[in-house]
T-cell receptor, first 118, second 112 residues
Framework: DVKVTQSSRYLVKRTGEKVFLECVQD?????MFWYRQDPGLGLRLIYF???????EKGDIPEGYSVSREKKERFSLILESASTNQTSMYLC?????????????????FGPGTRLLVL | KQEVTQIPAALSVPEGENLVLNCSFT??????LQWFRQDPGKGLTSLLL?????REQTSGRLNASLDKSSGRSTLYIAASQPGDSATYLC???????????FGKGTKLSVKP
């Protein structure tokens, strides 16, 4: 079974703090993704990565950065947290580089981190 | 840009009913679609994946279909149970990059 874990289930931070959200997958997946989920807006892609030290912007990268130093770990960084970054953050992974050949493949999600920025 | 719509936004049914959740998309150039379940405050659990060359997939009481020509997918749940209560999300792989494009979900409540 694929397992995707996230470092915290709940996190409370203050405006201006630097925040690290960690995600680890144990199935040697190539691709990793960070989404945020907000009521009425659904899930939106922040950043993704196809390989170690590689990153690509998603739909809403502003205010975020990422790091992938090891294949199994993908970190989301809020350089200076703001109240509008209060959200549920979901990490996902999938097996093959580039998401696989046309046809795609299953993405596996972690349990989520609910972040509150005060 | 691909847009994904799920109707209805919420649905309440009595236990035992068969039900259909709908998902529509604007761009037929999709690679596949994936149906997820999300329990309150939790992450997403993958239910079914339909490749673009397939028409449907089944898993237990769940059946998902894909009609690219009409831009629709449906998730059929047979003999619904209270444990099926959750939000159901559909998502499409819209390109070679592997990222998913999500609908906003249908919140299902199955009453005992």
């Amino acid at each position: 079974d694929v397992k995707v874990t996230q470092s915290s289930r709940y996190l409370v931070k203050r405006t201006g703090e630097k925040v690290f959200l960690e995600c680890v997958q144990d199935m040697d997946h190539e691709n990793m993704f960070w989404y945020r989920q907000d009521p009425g807006l659904g899930l939106r892609l922040i950043y993704f990565s196809y390989d170690v030290k590689m990153k690509e912007k998603g739909d809403i990268p502003e205010g975020y950065s990422v790091s992938r130093e090891k294949k199994e770990r993908f970190s989301l960084i809020l350089e200076s947290a703001s109240t509008n970054q209060t959200s549920m953050y979901l990490c996902a992974s999938s097996l093959t580089k580039g998401g696989g050949a046309p046809g795609g493949e299953t993405q596996y999600f972690g349990p989520g981190t609910r972040l509150l920025v005060l | 840009k691909q847009e994904v719509t799920q109707i209805p936004a919420a649905l309440s049914v009595p236990e035992g009913e068969n039900l259909v959740l709908n998902c529509s998309f604007t761009d037929s150039a999709i690679y596949n679609l994936q149906w997820f379940r999300q329990d309150p405050g939790k992450g997403l659990t993958s239910l079914l994946l339909i490749q673009s060359s397939q028409r449907e997939q089944t898993s237990g009481r769940l059946n998902a279909s894909l009609d690219k020509s009409s831009g629709r997918s449906t998730l059929y749940i047979a003999a619904s149970q209270p444990g099926d209560s959750a939000t159901y999300l559909c998502a499409f792989h819209g390109g070679s990059q592997g990222n998913l494009i999500f609908g906003k979900g249908t919140k299902l409540s199955v009453k005992p």
